[in-house]
């Protein structure tokens, strides 16, 4: 059964930077799409970036030009390399398939705060 652990998670100034990590178990990771979820304080869980199998990316235009996706599939890791962060970027992180499974990660919680 497929299982996310999401790490890297803490709390950071505005403007400072945090790498979360997405281990995935199950030999399928690399052939599926996979992706980094937000839920902020009282808000609905959101997709901020995807990766397809091949490498491809997306993001949410909260977060262009500021997070990276990426995959290292030998290793069945994701990872999401976040860059001036802001308050609004506070939430758990989850990491799932793009689209998700059923089954979700506890996440990992970023505080963005000074």
């Known amino acids: 059964q497929v299982q996310f652990v999401e790490s890297g998670g803490g709390l950071v100034q505005p403007g400072g930077s945090l790498r979360l990590s997405c281990a995935v178990s199950g030999s399928f990771f690399r052939i599926i799409a996979m992706g980094w979820y937000r839920q902020a304080p009282g808000k609905q869980r959101e997709l901020v970036a995807g990766i397809t199998s091949g490498g491809s990316t997306n993001y949410a235009d909260s977060v262009k030009g500021r997070f990276t996706i990426s995959r290292e599939n030998a290793k069945n890791t994701m990872y999401l390399q976040m860059n001036s962060l802001k308050a609004e970027d506070t939430g758990v992180y989850f990491c799932?398939?793009?689209?998700?499974?059923?089954?979700w990660g506890q996440g990992t919680q970023v505080t963005v705060s000074s």
């Open positions: 799932n398939g793009n689209p998700p499974y059923t089954r």
